[in-house]
């Protein structure tokens, strides 16, 4: 009988398992079977080899041991598979270029975080691993590649992600004062490609109407349907999408949610990948918290950065030389707009809206307590170089309104993260060169055709830049 499945840690673990199901389990077997490892797909200037195709099926198929009719047919799961890899490779890359590396520090955290969430230690661990047939090694390098996809998400959300105290406030609007319910929803997903064909459009609304007839009729539940059918690449997880408050989820949806059973299933629903069927699991609520009051403030920011490429006595008599000019008389939005070195908050002219003393830490909290509205600061050292604080208003609001504030604030920026990231990847899905092979390592790409003497050729890189995008599976705003 197979061990139970390892458990990650909360922050690692909604993408991590996935990628720990595609590398671990069966790391040895067959290998001695295999004397020439072919190539499964060529990525950009990398490639995937079929072993590695192989053994993470193996690990999928593990994992629905005694279940295997839930399963897609053998060329549907390595396709859903072999996807995985594919956007993995391309986010490593990515970061690769970026700088974005992780830490020996980083790496030992999260190991160590892992086997305390198993309830072992790093030694019980490790042989934990080997009985189920994954190197200590290769668990590690499976680590490390999460903690960079991690970073690199990370990343992408700076500068990019605003919510505002409008967004919180409408919100806020929306929610009960004393309880706020959240939702379990699983989706599935019929991809169509960019730029898709009356004929693809209609074949995959011919599918998807044909999904939902299996479900209504009660022939296959909601998540064997994921399993089977779906194209988003959290089929493999019965098209879980996990507990989410209304603020999660996209405003076309969230409606509608709200008025659904347990159970119901929405859709099919037509979006930028394709068709969707949406499936209300559950639903919760949660209580708020208590009426004590707490102070918030308004302030706006300007940071002078002390990195490689500005040392602290440079950052030091640049800020100085910035409190002077507001000295001057200098508007202080203007200036940060200007000369602020913080990319997310700089275009809003330093403002950091409302937040608590202790939001951005004490040392913070205590220079913005110590000043009076309209009061700006002197230059004061932080984590992160010198920074000058203007604090613009005070308030005092209920404590648990602060938390629940807080709360919808993550959850709103969240949803756009989410948003924003899979729209990314599949811009950097439908950009790559991806070159899927058959099982005897030949190319399944279209083969050009053939141009005449008296025609200009076609070089390898046109041909790459002509690349389609058809194929890409994606999920949509929902996963």
Do not use: C
């Not at 009356?198 to 044909?210: R, S, V």
């Not at 929405?266 to 004590?292: D, K, Y």
């Not at 924003?420 to 099982?439: I, P, S």
């Amino acid at each position: 009988m197979p061990s139970p499945r390892l458990r990650a840690p909360r922050l690692l673990l909604a993408t991590l398992l996935p990628l720990l199901l595609l590398a671990g389990g069966a790391q040895a077997q067959d290998a001695a079977l295999q004397p020439v490892d072919r190539v499964a797909a060529v990525v950009n200037e990398d490639v995937i080899l079929r072993s590695e195709l192989d053994r993470a099926v193996a690990n999928i198929r593990s994992q629905y041991a005694g279940h295997e009719e839930q399963l897609p047919p053998q060329d549907v799961l390595e396709r859903q598979v072999l996807e995985r890899l594919v956007l993995q490779r391309l986010q490593l890359a990515r970061a690769t270029d970026a700088g974005i590396t992780a830490t020996d520090q980083d790496l030992e955290h999260a190991v160590q975080g892992v086997a305390q969430q198993n309830g072992m230690d790093v030694d019980q661990l490790r042989a934990r691993l080997a009985q189920d047939g994954i190197t200590f090694t290769d668990f590690r390098n499976n680590i490390r590649d999460e903690i960079v996809t991690q970073k690199l998400r990370q990343s992408f959300a700076q500068g990019r992600i605003n919510v505002s105290d409008s967004e919180v406030d409408a919100a806020m609007a929306n929610t009960a004062a004393s309880a706020r319910q959240q939702f379990h929803l699983a989706h599935i997903l019929v991809a169509t490609p960019d730029g898709a064909t009356p004929e693809q459009i209609a074949t995959a609304q011919k599918k998807i109407e044909g999904v939902k007839g299996l479900i209504d009729r009660g022939e296959m539940t909601f998540a064997a349907a994921a399993v089977r059918y779906s194209d988003s690449p959290n089929a493999l997880e019965s098209g879980d999408l996990g507990w989410r408050s209304a603020n999660e989820i996209p405003p076309a949806f969230a409606t509608a949610i709200q008025q659904m059973q347990d159970g119901q299933v929405l859709g099919p629903i037509r979006g930028p990948s394709g068709f969707q069927l949406l499936q209300l699991v559950g639903t919760r609520t949660q209580a708020a918290g208590s009426g004590e009051k707490v102070t918030q403030f308004s302030a706006r920011q300007i940071l002078v950065k002390v990195d490689d490429k500005t040392d602290e006595a440079a950052a030091k008599a640049k800020a100085d030389t910035l409190a002077a000019r507001l000295a001057g008389g200098a508007d202080f939005a203007k200036l940060a707009s200007e000369s602020s070195d913080d990319a997310a908050t700089r275009r809003r002219g330093g403002d950091l809206g409302w937040f608590g003393a202790d939001t951005y830490g004490s040392t913070f909290g205590m220079q913005v307590a110590a000043l009076s509205d309209g009061q700006t600061s002197a230059p004061f050292r932080s984590d992160a170089g010198w920074l000058i604080v203007q604090r613009s208003g005070t308030r005092e609001i209920a404590a648990g309104d602060e938390n629940l504030r807080a709360q919808v604030r993550e959850t709103i920026g969240r949803r756009k993260l989410e948003e924003e990231w899979n729209r990314f990847l599949r811009e950097m899905r439908g950009e790559a060169y991806v070159d899927v092979r058959d099982a005897q390592g030949r190319s399944t790409r279209p083969a050009l055709p053939e141009t005449p003497k008296e025609h200009r050729q076609v070089t390898p890189s046109q041909e790459q830049q002509g690349t389609s995008a058809a194929g890409t599976f994606m999920s949509d705003e929902m996963h």
